[in-house]
C-alpha cells in the first residue's frame, strides 16, 4: 500500500523501537487517508445524516474474528441462561473491521455486537440481523497511525436492527420526532449493511444508524459534551424510594460525582412535595430541565413507547448541561414505539397507572402545574406534529424510500430479516397510519 505523507499532520505518535525513536504519522500508510474524511474535527451531519438517500456501507471481517464474535456471543448468553429477559451485565468484545463508504476505506475499525431484547433474542431464533456498534478509534493503540480515526468526524456509530418493527422506521421517526419537538435525541438515517466475514458479501438488511449520545450528540444539541452523561440501568433508575444507589448510573464522560442525580433522587422524595408543592417544584427545576422533560413525556406517550421508563428501567440518558447545571433526559432505543407494547404495555395518556415505583411520572402528574403544562405540549404536539395529515406524509415517504431495500429488488433475505413476508411491510405501514389516528383521539381528549 502506497504511503502518503498528509500536508496536514494532527496527530503525531512517538514510540520507542529498538532504542529509537520512531514518529508514526497520523494516517501514514492509508491512501484513502484524509482529513475530511477520517480526521475531521466536527461532524458533518449533511454528510452521514441527510435524509436524502439510503446509506450503504460494507464491512469485511477476518473470518477467525468473526468466529471470535460468534463464539463470544454464544458464551454470552450460555452464560445469563440464554432467555426470560435476564441479560447478561458484560459487554461484547469488540474486534477490527475494515469499512468501505462510497468507495472509501476506513481501517481496523473496531466493531461488536450491541443490546439487550434486540441481541438476545434474534441471536435465540437465528436471525442474523443482529445490531452492532462501531467505534472508529478502537485499536488505535495496535495501530498509532490510526490515532484519532473517525467517520466525517463522528467517533462512534450504532447500527439498530429494526427489531420487533416490520415497518423498518419506528427508530427513525421517533427520533425525528423528538428533536422536531425540541426533545434533544440522537439523530438517525436508514442504512443498508453488507458484511464478509470469509464468505463473501452478504445482505445484513436495512438497519437504522444513530450517533452515540455521549459521542457527538451531546456537542451538537448542547453545545458540550463535559457534563456527566448517565447511561441508567437497574433498580435505582427507576428512582423509587429506597432504590437509589451510584452503581446504577453508569457515567460515560468519567465523571466521579454523582450528587446531581442524588439531588434528583432526594428532591423527588422531599416532604415538600406535598406540604409546599411550590416549593418543591422550585427544587426539582434546579435540578431538573422539567420543561423539556415535560415535552419529552408528551412525545413518548402521545406515540406510545413501553419499553423505557415507565416500565424498564433503561433506554434513556440523562445529561448535565453545563450552562445552566440542569440534568436533561435524552430517550434512546425507539425500535418498539408507536405500540401498545408488552411487559404491562404502553402507559395510559392520563399516566394514571404509573404507580409510585416510577416517581418521576406519578409525582409529575399528580401536581396540578406540571399536569397543566404537559397538557399544553400535548396539544402542540399532537396539533403541529402527530397528525393524520403530517404522519401520513412521512410514513408514506420513507416507505418508498426504502422500500427497495425492505422487499423489493434489492430487499432483505431469509436468516437476515424480521419480516415474515412482502405484505408484513407494507400491513405495517398501515398500522402506523392507523395508529396515529387513534392515538390523535385519545390524547384530543384528554388535553382539553
Not at 450504532?158 to 420487533?164: A, H, R, V
Not at 456537542?219 to 437497574?234: I, T
Not at 427507576?238 to 450528587?259: H, I, P, R
Not at 404536539?381 to 404522519?391: E, K
Amino acid at each position: 500500500m502506497k504511503k502518503i505523507i498528509l500536508s496536514t499532520l494532527i496527530i503525531s505518535v512517538t514510540i520507542l523501537s529498538c532504542k529509537k525513536e520512531v514518529t508514526v504519522t497520523q494516517g501514514d500508510g492509508y491512501a484513502d487517508w484524509t482529513s475530511e474524511t477520517h480526521s475531521a474535527s466536527s461532524p458533518d451531519y449533511s454528510e452521514v445524516f441527510g435524509d436524502s438517500e439510503v446509506r450503504r456501507i460494507d464491512i469485511t471481517i477476518d473470518k477467525a474474528y468473526w468466529k471470535l464474535m460468534e463464539k463470544h456471543l454464544s458464551n454470552f448468553y450460555s452464560s445469563s441462561g440464554g432467555g426470560g429477559g435476564d441479560f447478561p451485565e458484560a459487554t461484547p468484545i469488540y474486534v477490527p473491521c475494515n469499512l468501505e463508504y462510497k468507495g472509501i476505506n476506513w481501517y481496523n475499525v473496531g466493531i461488536r455486537y450491541k443490546g439487550n431484547s434486540s441481541l438476545q433474542s434474534a441471536y435465540n431464533s437465528g436471525i442474523s440481523k443482529l445490531p452492532f456498534r462501531l467505534n472508529f478509534d478502537e485499536f488505535s493503540n495496535d495501530y498509532p497511525e490510526l490515532m484519532g480515526q473517525n467517520f466525517y468526524g463522528f467517533n462512534e456509530l450504532s447500527l439498530s436492527s429494526s427489531y420487533n418493527d416490520k415497518s423498518l422506521m419506528r427508530e427513525k421517526v421517533a427520533s425525528d420526532l423528538f428533536r422536531d419537538f425540541g426533545v434533544p435525541c440522537a439523530r438517525s438515517v436508514f442504512c443498508r449493511v453488507y458484511v464478509d466475514f470469509g464468505e463473501g458479501s452478504t445482505y445484513f438488511g436495512l438497519y437504522t444508524m444513530l450517533e452515540v449520545v455521549f459521542d457527538s450528540m451531546l456537542e451538537n444539541e448542547f453545545g458540550s459534551a463535559y457534563g456527566n452523561c448517565y447511561k441508567p440501568d437497574g433498580d435505582g433508575a427507576s428512582f423509587a424510594e429506597g432504590t437509589f444507589d451510584e452503581s446504577y448510573f453508569e457515567n460515560k464522560t468519567d465523571g466521579t460525582d454523582w450528587s446531581d442525580v442524588r439531588s434528583l433522587y432526594d428532591i423527588l422524595h422531599s416532604s415538600e412535595r406535598t406540604s409546599n408543592p411550590a416549593a418543591w417544584r422550585t427544587s426539582l427545576e434546579s435540578v431538573l430541565d422539567v420543561d423539556q422533560y415535560l415535552q419529552y413525556m408528551a412525545v413518548n406517550f402521545t406515540i406510545q413507547n413501553w419499553d423505557t421508563y415507565g416500565r424498564m428501567t433503561h433506554n434513556y440518558y440523562l445529561y448535565n448541561n453545563p450552562s445552566d447545571s440542569k440534568l436533561n433526559w435524552i430517550p434512546w432505543d425507539n425500535n418498539e414505539a408507536f405500540d401498545e407494547g408488552k411487559q404491562g404495555g404502553a402507559l395510559s395518556i392520563d399516566l394514571s397507572d404509573a404507580s409510585n415505583e416510577w416517581p418521576l411520572l406519578s409525582y409529575i402528574i399528580a401536581d396540578d402545574t406540571y399536569e397543566t403544562t404537559y397538557k399544553v405540549h400535548l396539544r402542540n404536539f399532537i396539533d403541529n406534529h402527530f397528525n393524520s395529515s403530517n404522519m401520513s406524509s412521512i410514513y408514506n415517504s420513507y416507505y418508498s424510500q426504502i422500500e427497495p431495500y425492505a422487499t423489493g429488488e434489492f430487499g432483505e433475505v431469509s436468516g437476515y430479516t424480521f419480516l415474515n413476508s412482502e405484505n408484513d411491510f407494507s400491513s405495517a405501514l398501515n398500522t402506523l397510519i392507523s395508529h396515529t389516528s387513534s392515538r390523535y383521539s385519545v390524547v384530543d381528549a384528554y388535553a382539553q
